[in-house]
Nanobody
């Protein structure tokens, strides 16, 4: 089973950009569709973005469209989430997630992913 470790979180101001990363190990990275989920204090975990095995297809939550970009580097076993024009409501723990199946056909949600990292905190101040 693939192991996932996130990095790159931090404290930024509203309007700033931030890129979070996820390093995968213990499996064949290109065999997994990948995603980012987030959980804000007092709220349920929610879907942010997903990307297919080769990176040719992506899905973004409505709030992420136009601001966030998900990408992957299969040669480096890395997943990325580029976040631009961050807002205070983007404050959350961001989790990297993996699954052998790509969630787009069934609807992407946290339940579509079977492996999770420990998360990285992103805090956006106003």
């Amino acid at each position: 089973q693939v192991q996932l470790v996130e990095s790159g979180g931090g404290l930024v101001q509203a309007g700033d950009s931030l890129r979070v990363s996820c390093a995968a190990s213990g499996g064949t990275f290109s065999n997994y569709a990948m995603g980012w989920l987030r959980q804000a204090p007092g709220k349920e975990r929610e879907f942010v973005a997903a990307i297919s095995w080769s990176g040719g297809s992506t899905d973004l939550a409505e709030f992420a469209q136009g601001r966030f970009t998900i990408s992957r580097d299969n040669a480096r076993n890395m997943l990325y989430l580029q976040m631009n024009n961050l807002k205070p409501e983007d404050t959350a723990v961001y989790y990297c997630a993996a699954d052998p199946d790509y969630c787009s056909a069934i609807g992407c949600s946290p339940e579509a992913f079977s492996s999770w990292g420990q998360g990285t905190q992103v805090t956006v101040s106003s």
